[in-house]
């Protein structure tokens, strides 16, 4: 039986865990949006949304050609 979780849903959770994890820690980089879409087999637009929405949830911090990061920690 197919999953009806959208791509995008699927991007979005296993992010967040990952973050929450501290596989990227407090003033990290993510990956690249290429590297994301090549590793999670989805379009670049995809990942694009996805760290738009983490971003709205204070998740990330996006720094415009320089990258998307997770905040410093207190």
Same mark, same amino acid.
Request: no cysteine; net charge positive; hydrophobic share 35%.
């Given at each position: 039986m197919r999953s009806h979780e959208l791509p995008s849903e699927r991007v979005d959770r296993d992010l /967040?865990? /990952?973050?929450? %994890? @501290? #596989?990227? +820690?407090? @003033? @990290?980089? !993510? +990956?690249?949006? /290429? #590297? !994301?879409a090549e590793a999670y087999g989805v379009s670049r637009e995809t990942? %694009? /949304?996805v760290v738009r929405r983490l971003a709205d949830d204070g998740l990330v911090i996006t720094r415009g050609r320089w990258g998307v990061f997770i905040p410093p920690g207190d």
């Open positions: /967040r865990r /990952r973050i929450a %994890s @501290g #596989e990227w +820690p407090a @003033g @990290g980089q !993510l +990956p690249v949006t /290429r #590297e !994301l990942i %694009s /949304r």
